[in-house]
């Protein structure tokens, strides 16, 4: 199935054209979100809103809808509380170019927090890690990537009740991991530390 991201234009965009028909900025966002969803429906795509259209007029979005979480926490228990489908990506646990998120609160984030309802766990279709550009170019991007990409990968494949309780358990592993992926070229950086973190000291890439 093909999928579109429908999330909106700037206000000021909206506004252009719009006004003019006695709407205001918030019904000229939500007009152009809902009309921008009949057409990518009509023409067969998978329709993905990042969370905003959700918070603002959640119930006028189509029921197709996927809702794509970025903002917080929270959001993804409410999503399918009200019958539609979420992707989890939370900014302040799974966006690599937050340099400030560590590879254990990668870890540790659980898609299905609050959500205790089978059928509702169902309409969590799984999560994001995203890497945006402001903070990186081609001398940094492999080393903010990974390895926490890594630990959310973990997350996301390993049934829940099969993911270690304490990081602690993991970091063996992971470690390991990063030094397959620097004996490969991958410059991946030292578990120890905030995200794109140097050696802390020379020694074995398995202690850094």
Known sequence: MKSIQVAGLPHHALNHGLVQHGMN?????????????????????????????????????DRKTVVHNWLGGGVAEKVVSAGLRCIVSNQDKWYLDHLDATWEGFYMNEPL????????????LGGEVCMWGEHIDASDIQQTIWPRAAAAAERLWTPVEKLAKDTTAVTARLAHFRCLLNERGVAAAPLAGYGRTAPSEPGSCVRQ
């Open 25 to 61: 900025e918030s019904d000229a966002y939500r007009y152009f979100v809902l009309k921008a969803q009949k057409i990518a429906i009509s023409h067969g795509y998978e329709i993905i809103n990042w969370e905003e259209t959700f918070n603002n007029f959640g119930d006028k979005l």
């Open 113 to 124: 927090t609050n959500i205790y309802n089978p059928e509702q766990q169902k309409l969590i």
